[in-house]
Structures are given as C-alpha cells and as structure tokens.
C-alpha cells in the first residue's frame, strides 16, 4: 500500500524509486534498516569502524539507487551486499576485532548492555573462543557464515548480497559450520533454523 508520508507499508523499492525524483525520501530506508546493519558492522569491525562503515554503506546505496532492481521489495540483501563488500576493505580491522574478542571477551556490540555476573563472565569466554575460530575462517566462508547467523539472512537473501548462487552459499555455510564445530569441540554457536534459511 502506497502513502504519501512513506510510512512503513512502503516496500524498499518504491522508497528507493520515488527517492530518484525525491532524494531526501532515502532517509526512510536508512531509518528502516541502519539500526540492524550498524550492529551487523559493530559485530564484524568493532564500535571504530562502525559507524564510518555504515555512513558509507548509505552514501554507496543512495548513489546506486539507479540501478536497484525494483523487483526486490526488500532491499536488504542489498544493504549486507555493499555492507560486506565495504567491510572487505577493513578486512584486518575485522580479524583485529575478533582477535581482541578471543582475548579479552568484552563484545562491543553487548558491553554497553550487560551487567556484571558469573552468566556475563561464562559468556565472554565463550565469546572468546567463538571469536577465535571466526578469525581463522577465510574471508568467503566467515561472510555467508554471518550474513545468515547475524544478519538473519535467508540462503536466498545472502546469495543475493554476495552475487554468488544459493548452491554456494549453502556449502560455504556448512563448511564454515563444520570448522566452528571441530574449533569449539563439537559445539556448534552458529546454529541456524535450517528451515527459516531456506
């Protein structure tokens, strides 16, 4: 259903077409999606790099409104497409932040909300190992392993954000889940809802 205010029963891709006549209407799919995408990058690269990363992801996006395919009414596959792309850039920054998390535990994107306990000290270590083990991934397989775990990305939606086929990001997934499980002693933290993800 169409408004003239741009309230949220637009879908991304009449926001993004009417955006070509009205650019300041691209405000409202920052508003929609910011918020998830910044915690996404936080997870990734750190509170550093977050928000610079995210400012780009949108300059990037508003500038290749042109080209956005109208035939996708959500545009966040999109959105975690240049978001990984850009995020590919401060590769070192990621694999430092991970590296940071497996040594210390303190998790940037939950630090400023838990309080201290024996629960949020268990966590950390967790964490740390958890972080470990996605530094050691390579980049291909630590990308569609978190598009799906923390982006809440379906298989389809993360082939589409890493202009891959579904095929592959099905395998890199499972491999990718497969080297966690063997680093964490057969744990698996990266456990998705195969049934939501297909």
Same mark, same amino acid.
């Given at each position: 259903m169409r408004t003239s205010t741009g309230t949220a029963t637009e879908d991304d891709a009449h926001v993004i077409e009417r955006s070509r006549?009205?650019?300041? !209407?691209? &405000?409202l799919l920052f508003r929609r999606h910011a918020p998830h995408l910044q915690r996404y990058i +936080?997870?990734? @690269?750190?509170? *550093?790099?977050?928000?610079d990363? /995210? *400012?780009?992801?949108?300059?990037?996006?508003?500038?290749?409104?042109?080209?956005y395919d109208? *035939?996708?009414p959500d545009a966040r596959p999109w959105l975690y497409g240049i978001a990984t792309n850009l995020i590919g850039r401060h590769r070192r920054s990621e694999v430092r932040a991970l590296k940071a998390l497996s040594a210390t535990g303190v998790d940037p994107v939950t630090e400023a909300f838990a309080e201290r306990s024996d629960a949020r000290v268990a966590a950390a270590s967790a964490g740390q190992e958890l972080a470990a083990a996605l530094?050691? /991934?390579?980049?291909?397989f630590r990308d569609a392993l978190l598009l799906v775990a923390w982006?809440? @990305? +379906? !298989?389809e939606e993360t082939? &589409?954000? /890493?202009g891959v086929p579904v095929g592959t990001v099905r395998s890199r997934v499972s491999r990718a889940r497969s080297t966690m499980?063997?680093? @964490?002693?057969?744990?698996?933290?990266t456990s998705i809802d195969e049934e939501h993800h297909r």
């Open positions: 006549d009205e650019p300041e !209407y691209f &405000a +936080t997870r990734r @690269l750190g509170p *550093n790099a977050a928000e990363v /995210l *400012n780009e992801v949108f300059l990037v996006a508003f500038r290749q409104r042109g080209s109208r *035939n996708r530094a050691a /991934l390579k980049a291909p982006a809440d @990305l +379906t !298989y082939a &589409a954000a /890493l499980r063997a680093a @964490l002693g057969g744990v698996d933290p």
